[in-house]
């Protein structure tokens, strides 16, 4: 068994941090009553929040929980150094699943985009919630952990609507414009820096159905973008948020929901006033 995921959200890194300061803490002698209530209430607070969104959410199917608990399980470490960098905490998770699922049965989406697969719990989750006939195209670079999401799909009953494009995304998009493809739901979720330029394909390359909807992952960047944390993918999350907010083509909405979602559609759609 891998050791389990290291805290990659801003709530998590959150708790993590009151629980080092109330270990700091614990053999002082002259700390205020009032500042250890604090501190107690705040490690409630943040530390309790993941555990109850859980619990307060849908089940995931058993299949979401076999390829959970099977990429928690595999060691990530073991790749090769040339690899593609990969790591268990990718995974999106029970409630980002629960809602990604939610969105598209709330859309009615028929044709649904993912912009990396990883090992494929996103991919699955959508899946689920597709109509009869809908499908799911998912693009992912590393050609072993798409092997390994399309072993997890044979698994499950909705793993049939999905189909695995390998290769850098933005050829899969080129291609996918050149096609005249659309999609009613795309989920946004592979190298950062790309961003920018995968949701000015979706939008320029009208990939993106008239009422279809975006979602992008991981837009709070563990707190990077306001923080100014230096990390590797804090400034391009920062710079793709502004480039997003100052496009008047759009509307969007970023949910802290673990590590950021932005929804976003266009802004014409359904407009009176
Ligand atoms: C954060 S993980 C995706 C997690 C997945 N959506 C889930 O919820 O479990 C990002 C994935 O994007 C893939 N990726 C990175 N750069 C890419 C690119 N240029 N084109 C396609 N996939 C890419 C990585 O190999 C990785 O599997």
């Known amino acids: 068994m891998s050791a389990p995921p290291r805290p990659v959200t801003p709530v998590g890194i959150l708790a993590a941090t009151l629980e080092r300061v109330a270990d700091g803490l614990a053999g002082v002698a002259d700390v205020p009553d009032e500042v250890r209530d604090d501190l107690e209430h705040a490690r409630a607070l943040a530390g309790g929040l993941d555990p109850y969104l859980e619990q307060c959410t849908t089940p995931e199917s058993p299949a979401l929980a076999?390829?959970?608990?099977?990429t928690h399980e595999h060691d990530w470490s073991a790749r090769d150094?040339?690899?593609?960098f990969l790591e268990q905490e990718m995974l999106s998770g029970h409630v980002e699943g629960q809602t990604l699922k939610m969105l598209v049965a709330a859309t009615r989406a028929r044709k649904v985009l993912e912009i990396g697969l990883f090992t494929g719990y996103s991919a699955l989750a959508m899946a689920e919630a597709?109509?009869?006939?809908?499908?799911?195209?998912?693009?992912e670079l590393d050609a072993e952990v798409a092997a390994r999401a399309c072993r997890s799909?044979?698994?499950s009953p909705a793993g049939g609507r999905i189909t695995v494009e390998v290769g850098p995304a933005a050829q899969t998009l080129a291609a996918l414009v050149t096609a005249g493809d659309q999609?009613?739901?795309?989920?946004?979720?592979?190298d950062k820096a790309g961003y920018a330029d995968y949701v000015a394909t979706l939008l320029d390359g009208e990939l993106l159905a008239p009422h279809g909807l975006i979602c992008v992952d991981n837009t709070l960047m563990q707190g990077e973008p306001w923080t100014g944390t230096p990390?590797?993918?804090?400034?391009?999350?920062?710079?793709?948020?502004?480039t997003v907010a100052a496009d008047p083509r759009v509307e969007q909405v970023l949910l802290p929901l673990r590590d950021g979602l932005t929804l976003i559609r266009r802004a014409h759609v359904d407009q009176a006033a």
């Open 130 to 139: 597709l109509p009869e006939g809908g499908r799911l195209l998912a693009c």
């Open 81 to 84: 150094a040339s690899a593609v």
């Open 66 to 70: 076999r390829l959970a608990a099977a």
């Open 183 to 190: 999609f009613d739901l795309v989920f946004v979720d592979a």
């Open 153 to 155: 799909f044979a698994d």
């Open 231 to 242: 990390g590797g993918n804090g400034k391009a999350i920062a710079d793709f948020n502004d």
